[in-house]
């Protein structure tokens, strides 16, 4: 099996389970299997995140390499007297994906249940209302229950998870479709980095964050405890080449590289990348031959954003992998642009140096 068919797999295997916010366990203890040959020490913090150390030849310098493991999903609010689910978002799900949508919910004992999203049938329902995009209270998520009680025999309960159920995969080229590629790509790339980066000069923490969806949660409490002097985040963004969206609007494409990040949230209120983070990513990457695009996105960020404000402050990155529909159960991502996001990170990881660490961080003025 060639390198790009195990990502593959790996991505699928890592994709199928759910792991909405909160409640990524099942995918902590993937994402752990796969990390552990490659890092000198593997732990779980308080908050769920999952921390590789892969030693440096120097113990004075620290790198903090982060992708999040949660997607969005969604929460039971309310089971309904005729077996009917009512539930709330977790994380940004919109309304639009989930209509007629399959789901898979998680029960807290373990147990998988199918169940799609229901909606008033479009013959009984008003002409205005066929005309807008219903709200979460007018959805239902029916498992072919016919009572509570039934619903309840099952082990289902309020605050229960579910997410979509969609299965990886293969489209033409090297394309692939699936859910929480957002951002399970990243993690994938993040554990391909652990395997490709050879002694590094300084010390490399890699993590699988948790939360991110909800508030960068996981990235906040993990920089904390690392305390590092530079981080890069590995995340998704818009691929926008697609019909009706004009060239000027296309932040990335697909197939066309890793995008290193310049810049993201409304008016630039995310990320602004340190400027020398971002220049060796370039340079990294012009040396090693490795394609890239360079992004600046008007709206969402990544786990880099909280890093960066961590304690006194830390120079932080993202690198990008170019995703279609992202945030809805057939987001399309092309493979070779996830092996080359890891390329890259671990190239950077490599060549990052006490002294150059020491000269980003900048001299004391007299």
């Given at each position: 099996m060639s390198r790009k068919q195990e990502l593959i797999e790996m991505l699928k295997k890592l994709t199928e389970v759910p792991g909405p916010s909160g409640r990524e366990e099942s995918v902590r203890n993937i994402?752990?299997?796969?990390?552990?040959?490659?890092?000198?020490?593997?732990?779980?913090?308080?908050?769920?995140?999952l921390i590789g150390l892969k030693k440096g030849r120097s113990s004075d310098g620290k790198i903090m390499i982060?992708?999040?493991?949660?997607?969005?999903?969604?929460?039971?609010?309310h089971i309904e007297d005729d077996g009917f689910i009512r539930v709330v978002p977790i994380g940004g799900i919109i309304e639009r994906t989930l209509i007629y949508q399959r789901v898979v919910l998680r029960t807290?004992?373990?147990?998988?249940?199918r169940g799609v999203v229901g909606l008033k049938p479009p013959h009984v329902a008003k002409p205005e209302e066929l005309q807008k995009v219903p709200e979460f209270k007018e959805l239902f998520i029916?498992?072919?229950?016919?009572?509570?009680?039934?619903?309840?025999?099952?082990?289902?309960?309020?605050?229960?998870?579910?997410?979509f159920d969609r299965e990886l995969v293969e489209l033409s080229g090297d394309r692939?479709?699936?859910?929480?590629?957002?951002?399970?790509?990243?993690?994938?790339?993040?554990?391909?980095?652990?395997?490709?980066?050879?002694?590094?000069?300084?010390?490399?923490?890699?993590?699988?964050?948790?939360?991110?969806?909800?508030?960068?949660?996981?990235?906040?409490?993990?920089?904390?405890?690392?305390?590092?002097?530079?981080?890069?985040?590995i995340d998704v963004t818009i691929a926008s080449d697609v019909p009706g969206v004009a060239?000027?609007?296309?932040?990335?494409?697909?197939?066309?590289?890793?995008?290193?990040?310049?810049?993201?949230?409304?008016?630039?209120?995310?990320?602004?990348?340190?400027?020398?983070?971002?220049?060796l990513l370039i340079n990294i990457a012009e040396k090693?031959?490795?394609?890239?695009?360079?992004?600046?996105?008007?709206?969402?960020?990544?786990?880099?954003?909280?890093?960066a404000l961590n304690k006194e402050g830390v120079p932080a990155g993202t690198v990008s992998i170019p995703s279609r529909y992202i945030h809805s159960p057939v987001e399309v991502v092309d493979i070779n642009d996830v092996y080359n996001a890891a390329l890259l990170v671990a190239r950077f990881a490599e060549e990052v140096t006490v002294e150059w660490l020491r000269e980003l961080k900048g001299a004391t003025l007299k």
């Open positions: 994402v752990a299997e796969y990390l552990k040959p490659y890092v000198d020490k593997l732990w779980v913090d308080s908050w769920g995140n982060a992708a999040h493991m949660d997607e969005i999903g969604l929460f039971v609010s807290r004992d373990g147990r998988l249940i029916d498992i072919g229950a016919s009572s509570r009680e039934e619903v309840e025999k099952l082990g289902v309960r309020v605050g229960d998870i579910m997410v692939v479709t699936g859910k929480a590629f957002d951002d399970r790509v990243g993690v994938v790339s993040l554990i391909e980095a652990s395997r490709i980066i050879e002694k590094p000069n300084v010390d490399v923490y890699l993590v699988a964050t948790v939360q991110e969806e909800v508030g960068l949660k996981g990235a906040r409490t993990s920089a904390f405890a690392i305390s590092p002097d530079v981080a890069i985040a060239k000027s609007e296309w932040y990335t494409r697909l197939g066309k590289g890793p995008a290193i990040k310049i810049a993201d949230g409304r008016n630039a209120t995310g990320l602004i990348a340190h400027p020398r983070v971002v220049d090693h031959r490795i394609p890239y695009q360079l992004e600046i996105i008007s709206g969402g960020t990544t786990d880099a954003s909280i890093i």
